[in-house]
């Protein structure tokens, strides 16, 4: 007695291999109207590609996007964090200069 196995599901797990190996865009608008007027266009783009296709055609955003990256979301703290000591120096830098130009006016 032998276990046969369907074709279908081998079928299946090739083409997700190809998809996923080569990758496949599915491109597509929405436009909303009213009265031969658009009032809304929704432009839908979708690539369906493994990771390591993804990177070797240039597309890595999910690296560099706080919300999805623990490394992204710390680099971009540590820049706010930059920033925020920039400004606060240079507003004490422009509060020291008010003073001493206040204080030469009076004196």
Do not use: C, F
């Not at 839908?44 to 493994?50: D, V």
Request: proline share 2%; charged share 30%.
């Amino acid at each position: 007695m032998s276990i046969e196995h369907p074709t279908q599901s081998n079928s299946i797990v090739d083409v997700l291999e190809t998809v996923l190996d080569k990758g496949v865009v599915v491109a597509g608008d929405i436009k909303v109207g009213l009265a031969d007027v658009e009032l809304l266009t929704i432009k839908i783009r979708l690539i369906i590609a493994s990771v390591d296709k993804a990177k070797e055609i240039g597309m890595d955003w999910w690296e560099t996007d706080p919300y999805l990256s623990s490394k992204a979301a710390e680099q971009n703290t540590e820049a706010l964090e930059k920033e925020n000591k920039e400004l606060r120096q240079r507003l004490e830098q422009l509060e020291t200069k008010m003073h001493n130009h206040t204080y030469a006016e009076k004196g």
